[in-house]
Antibody, heavy 117, light 113 residues
């Protein structure tokens, strides 16, 4: 069974940084591209970032480009999202999802990031 | 970016009755490989999204056959033949043909009358 388990969310001040992680199991992580999708409180789904199987190619929504960095460690079956210069509008549940491209066939349970002073 | 527009945004339905959600894209979702990457997701209250339908009309394993997807080009529909209580939630269409970025519709909230 595919499992995606996010962690690392929390409360951070505007301008601060946070790194969220997603540990994958139940499939061969090395062979799937991955994504982060977020959902602000009471709002819809918003794609944030995607990464290729090797990590050589990364993609970002315009709203986070230059502030967020996606990465992966295939030896640890783990996906990361480093978030810098955080703003109030980045407050959301951050979901790890796979793969990236045509569809998302699996989602994690999400980790909540709150940006507030 | 491809804009996905869903209607209606709120859908009160009677148990046992059919329901239909429309999703329109700002450009054709036919990919250069001939596939149409239009997906439907269900998000029940307090839960993560779950994929129901991929490539317009392919139902995921475990999805009841009362759910069906149809359409082509820029115009797509999700139908529930007979709504059950467990179908309450928000439904999103998503295009994965023209990426990045992948884009979602605004969501349609299905509730029981």
């Amino acid at each position: 069974e595919v499992q995606l388990l996010e962690s690392g969310g929390g409360l951070v001040q505007p301008g601060g940084s946070l790194r969220v992680s997603c540990i994958a199991s139940g499939f061969d992580f090395r062979f799937d591209s991955m994504s982060w999708v977020r959902q602000a409180p009471g709002k819809g789904l918003d794609w944030v970032s995607g990464i290729s199987v090797s990590g050589d190619s990364t993609y970002y929504a315009d709203s986070v480009k230059g502030r967020f960095t996606i990465s992966r460690d295939n030896s640890k079956n783990t996906l990361y999202l480093q978030m810098n210069s955080l703003r109030a509008e980045d407050t959301a549940i951050y979901y790890c999802a796979k793969p990236f491209g045509g569809t998302f066939d699996s989602w994690g349970q999400g980790t909540l990031v709150i940006v507030s002073s | 970016d491809v804009v996905m527009t869903q209607s209606p945004l709120s859908l009160p339905v009677t148990l046992g009755q059919p329901a239909s959600i429309s999703c329109r894209s700002s450009q054709s979702l036919v990919s250069s490989d001939g596939n149409t990457y239009l997906n439907w997701f269900q998000q029940r209250p307090g839960q993560s999204p779950r994929r129901l339908i991929y490539k317009v009309s392919n139902r995921d394993s475990g999805v009841p056959d009362r759910f069906s997807g149809s359409g082509s080009g820029t115009d797509f529909t999700l139908k529930i033949s007979r709504v059950e209580a467990e179908d309450v939630g928000v439904y999103y269409c998503m295009q994965g043909t023209h990426w990045p970025p992948v884009t979602f519709g605004q969501g349609t909230k299905v509730e029981i009358k």
